[in-house]
């Protein structure tokens, strides 16, 4: 076993506990302050916004901490369900929870080895993988990573409503745990996965959640409540829009992160973030762009400022399982029927900078099918997040741009969870206005078409369940459609079905004044915003005149 890199002992006991002393001091810590304190783990309430890039002297240590602005916080934290799933949520998930592999390749932090066992254990095993979990990877309370993190997400993903990607976990038929410490995991797939690099991402930790996942929907709602990664959650203040993210000093991987302390804050206005870049007290922002964000973060001295494309489309699912639009014809009617552009700026609440998706013209023939089926039946009904502003704006005008043209409907404000678990099983929506996140994977295309039981379907919300449906997302699963057509066929899949309409494609403005040096001198060089965190470091204070 290689040496933990963090320090113990009654020396460091001392220092740490000094620090906390000092920084309740200049911090007032907080009453809610989230995870229960630990040797190497101290709580941070949120710092203040007058000393947010600042290095603060205690005696024999000290504290750097910077402030960054961020959007709100939707609802939870957990990465893992559409309702929580944001730019934001990505970002703190990659600074605290641990992953098997990041972008394709195995984490060396996390794994010693990975490998397809080369014969099965039994009949109904189609592969087995194992996986070698380091000896050293452990979370912020001392507790070793084990087979349970991932048991523990497989039985989250694989029975919860709303999840993000369930179909490579269904294919999963059982874990086996075994060796010193449950360290070693055989996954038995009952279909052959090509993509299994893909699964156990963002593990969560099973030592303090329900054994059977069955409180994966809300565990996260407050906090993460122990991090594997190089920093932790110290303390979410939804009263004060903040969330405090601390160093974790337990974290024994390389290149452990440098600033102490973040505190992402709700960004308020564009004239407001660019007033606190201008005096230092946010030395960066990645947010969603207004009309003008772009340009006045620009106009900021010394700041850089670039746009870029986040994963995630806004669109419309049509249920091909509603009582009104079970009929392709009535689906083809309400796509013709959406003025894609028009419903793209209202979501985006801009006009400058939205990436509108490709579509056709707005049908000027009068609809005959939907007219007919709502006056026998009830209003159309459109579901939508109320916590998303975007999708909420977007169902509204969508609903009075089919009044307008004599169809009745109505807006639905439910969780993703719900309508999921609920309202589209039951036959209760017809439409849902979301996020969908694209990442490319063989599992994410998959389960766009993945004949998942009505309870649990998350990537396939419509419900589209046919035999050549079904088929080509059990050809892209196994890698009998390589990935590199498996996009194009998908899209195809979707469009013939009349089941899915995308808006508009999400945005980011990221801003960078001189505070921090990041990975980059050029901020377009950084290859992520917020997630880039742990090498950052203050930049040396200018000399003085």
Request: proline share 8%; hydrophobic share 45%.
């Amino acid at each position: 076993m290689k040496p933990l890199r963090n320090r113990s002992g009654a020396h460091n006991r001392a220092r740490l506990g000094a620090v906390a002393s000092a920084a309740c001091l200049l911090t007032a810590c907080a009453a809610n302050p989230g995870p229960p304190p630990l040797v190497e783990q101290e709580r941070e309430a949120s710092t203040s916004a007058t000393t947010s890039a600042t290095t603060t002297a205690t005696g024999p240590a000290s504290r750097t901490q910077v402030q960054v602005a961020v959007d709100p916080l939707r609802n939870g934290l957990n990465p893992h369900l559409v309702a929580d799933e944001s730019e934001v949520v990505r970002s703190v998930a990659k600074l605290v929870l641990p992953s098997a592999f990041v972008d394709g390749a195995r984490n060396p932090d996390v794994l010693e080895a990975a490998t397809v066992l080369p014969s099965t254990p039994g009949p109904g095993v189609a592969m087995t993988v194992r996986y070698v979990i380091a000896d050293e990877a452990q979370w912020s309370d001392g507790t070793p990573i084990t087979g349970r993190d991932f048991a523990y997400l497989w039985r989250g993903m694989s029975t919860t409503p709303g999840v993000v990607d369930p179909a490579g976990y269904r294919a999963i038929s059982q874990i086996r745990i075994s060796g010193e410490f449950g360290k070693t995991v055989d996954v038995d797939f009952s279909a052959p996965v090509d993509d299994w690099r893909s699964l156990f991402d963002f593990l969560l930790p099973s030592h303090v959640l329900a054994a059977d996942a069955s409180d994966f929907a809300g565990a996260l709602r407050d906090t993460i409540p122990a991090s594997a990664g190089r920093y932790t959650v110290a303390n979410v203040d939804r009263g004060r829009g903040t969330l405090t993210l601390n160093r974790n000093d337990r974290f024994w991987g390389a290149d452990p992160a440098k600033i102490d302390i973040l505190t992402l804050t709700s960004a308020g206005g564009t004239t407001q973030v660019a007033d606190q870049l201008r005096s230092g007290q946010i030395v960066f922002a990645d947010t969603t762009p207004a009309e003008t964000t772009g340009t006045v973060f620009s106009l900021v001295p010394g700041a850089q400022t670039r746009l870029a494309d986040a994963p995630r489309t806004l669109g419309v699912t049509l249920s091909a399982t509603s009582p009104l639009l079970s009929a392709p014809e009535a689906r083809q009617e309400l796509r013709s029927l959406l003025d894609v552009p028009l419903l793209a700026r209202i979501a985006a609440g801009r006009s400058a900078d939205v990436t509108v998706a490709a579509h056709t013209p707005v049908s000027e023939a009068e609809p005959v099918v939907l007219p007919a089926l709502v006056r026998d039946n009830r209003p159309l009904r459109v579901g939508a997040d109320p916590a998303d502003p975007a999708a909420a704006a977007a169902a509204r005008s969508m609903a009075d741009l089919l009044a307008a043209r004599g169809v009745a409907a109505q807006v639905v404000s439910t969780d993703v969870r719900r309508m999921a678990a609920e309202a589209l099983p039951a036959g209760d929506l017809d439409a849902v206005v979301g996020w969908r996140t694209d990442t490319g994977s063989a599992a994410n295309l998959a389960g766009r078409l993945y004949c998942q039981p009505a309870a649990y379907r998350a990537g396939n919300l419509s419900g589209l369940c046919t035999p050549e449906t079904e088929q080509l997302a059990e050809d892209i699963l196994t890698g009998r459609v390589p990935a590199a057509a498996a996009a194009a066929q998908v899209d195809d899949a979707l469009e013939r079905a009349a089941v899915w309409v995308p808006l508009l494609g999400e945005k980011r403005v990221l801003a960078l004044t001189g505070g921090i040096v990041g990975p980059d001198a050029d901020l377009a060089a950084w290859p992520d915003g917020l997630a880039t965190a742990p090498p950052w470091r203050l930049a040396p204070a200018a000399p003085q005149p």
